[in-house]
């Protein structure tokens, strides 16, 4: 069994880990740490889980656990690394922003390998460490990646996503609460958003050559979870050679699906999914993708990854099924 200890453990994205870790046949979680919840009950701040899990919050770390999944928001990790020994056999995953660019990904003799299974999945597999991409980052790159591997990226690219309220975060906000998500909508860092970054990295790990703009406009829906994310850009070659294409390149991909129908949330909410439709129109290729932001899009991405580094079956705890209504 591969012990576990989480960091971070009240949050939203600790909160869907424990969902699937829990059930994880190859799994025994070791700890949860939370210094703001020691000694608290996990399902009393995860009330779903009442029944599921015996364990209490705690301020103390296992050092030798096998992995741990580092869930203290962005900015954070690097602290906790600098405060806190691990074992050198213990794999570290951060599901935070702090390792995910080249600048970044070595650490105090830890390197960092950018854990997007379908950009490079043999580097995952050989990983000690990875960094997690963002939920944005991953409905986009997974919209984009087989024109860079192409080498049909070639004009400036739009992109409009909208992201639930648990992207936010669990702390409350100004923009987070019922009253003014509900009925509501907006966007939010327009054309600077963090997640560009790994996005602009990974498409020029794939095509090198690429220089044109990436436009992003996030925005919050007035739902909890899912992202659904339009991409749009200039496209030479037919509808029917850009769908070969995407199939082509996610022909082995566990988790990740070509749609010949127009898609929606429904599909991919409390899933590991990335669902994506093609469509070409004046000249324009549009890319429809759609996930779960704490899903395919944190979490579970994370569990992927973490099958990979320890061999594996990639849908292990992963056979997760949408509901229809």
């Given at each position: 069994m591969i012990s576990v200890g989480i960091i971070?453990?009240?949050?939203?994205?600790?909160?869907?880990?424990?969902?699937?870790?829990?059930?994880?046949?190859?799994?025994?979680?070791?700890?949860?740490?939370?210094?703001?919840n020691s000694g608290v009950s996990i399902s009393k701040q995860h009330t779903d889980l009442i029944g599921e899990i015996d364990l209490a919050f705690t301020d103390t770390i296992n050092p030798d656990v096998d992995v741990v999944f580092l869930c203290l928001g962005h900015g954070r990790s690097r602290?906790?690394?600098?405060?806190?020994?691990?074992?050198a056999a213990t794999k570290v995953i951060d599901l935070g922003n702090d390792f995910r660019l080249e600048n970044d990904k070595n650490f105090l003799g830890r390197d960092f390998v950018y854990g997007l299974p379908e950009l490079q999945k043999d580097k995952i597999q050989s990983a000690q460490n990875i960094a997690n991409p963002g939920c944005f980052?991953?409905?986009?790159?997974?919209?984009?990646?087989?024109?860079?591997?192409?080498?049909?990226?070639?004009?400036?690219?739009?992109?409009?996503?909208?992201?639930?309220?648990?992207?936010?975060?669990?702390?409350?906000?100004?923009?987070?609460h019922f009253s003014w998500r509900d009925n509501n909508f907006s966007s939010y860092k327009v054309f600077t958003h963090q997640h560009l970054g790994e996005i602009n990295q990974s498409v020029q790990q794939l095509q090198d050559n690429f220089d044109a703009p990436i436009f992003f406009i996030p925005n919050r829906g007035n739902f909890s979870k899912g992202i659904y994310a339009t991409m749009y850009t200039k496209y030479k070659g037919t509808e029917s050679e850009a769908k070969e294409l995407y199939t082509s390149y996610y022909k082995d991909a566990q988790f990740t699906v070509l749609s010949d129908e127009e898609i929606h949330l429904k599909q991919v909410v409390n899933t590991n999914k990335c669902i994506l439709h093609i469509s070409k129109k004046?000249?324009?290729?549009?890319i429809t993708s759609v996930i779960d932001n704490l899903i395919k899009g944190a979490s579970g991405q994370a569990i992927h990854n973490m099958n990979l580094m320890f061999g594996l079956n990639e849908r292990t705890g992963l056979e997760l099924k949408a509901s229809a209504f």
């Open positions: 971070g453990g009240s949050g939203y994205t600790a909160g869907e880990l424990l969902r699937l870790l829990v059930h994880h046949p190859e799994v025994k979680l070791d700890f949860v740490y939370s210094t703001t602290t906790f690394i600098e405060n806190n020994t691990f074992s980052a991953t409905a986009i790159q997974l919209g984009l990646l087989p024109l860079a591997a192409a080498e049909q990226l070639n004009d400036t690219v739009h992109v409009n996503a909208t992201t639930g309220s648990t992207g936010a975060g669990v702390m409350p906000g100004g923009t987070t004046d000249g324009m290729l549009l």
